[in-house]
């Protein structure tokens, strides 16, 4: 699964995605997972490259614009802003599969998870299925 973690200038996702790649390096997960950033101002070159994009979720309003004049056809989600700063990879790739599975049910973006339609309440600091599929 390749990951695209964009922000508003590049900064804050080089940061989230080197820590996870590295992450994924250590653990020798390079030819299951990728994580990379790109500026939003970039998406609509790369976006096609990846399996879901993640925004930051200052991004909310420059997204809604984005979608008036463009089709992606690829599942984009807004991380939660409590989650943003403290993403792990295991989180990261959990809620990648799941941001997929949903996308691919109704095609809608950007994907949300059933619940976290306000990305300001959202309380979770890990996955959405570790955080309300539990078993």
Do not use: W
């Not at 996702?13 to 390096?25: D, G, H, L």
């Not at 030819?31 to 925004?55: G, T």
């Not at 309380?123 to 570790?130: A, G, M, N, T, V």
């Amino acid at each position: 699964m390749k990951i695209l973690i964009c922000c508003g200038g590049g900064f804050s996702s080089s940061y989230v995605a080197m820590r996870m790649q590295k992450e994924i390096n250590e653990r020798n997960l390079e030819n299951q997972y990728q994580v990379d950033f790109l500026p939003f101002s970039l998406i609509l070159e790369k976006f096609e490259e990846y399996d879901v994009i993640m925004l930051c979720p200052h991004l909310k309003m420059e997204l809604a614009k984005l979608l008036k004049t463009h089709s992606l056809d690829k599942p984009i989600y807004l991380l939660p802003p409590r989650i943003y700063g403290m993403m792990t990879l295991d989180a990261i790739i959990e809620d990648g599969e799941d941001i997929i599975q949903l996308f691919e049910s109704d095609h809608h973006n950007p994907v949300v998870f059933p619940g976290e339609e306000n990305l300001l309440r959202i309380q979770r600091h890990q996955s959405y299925r570790k955080t309300y599929m539990k078993k």
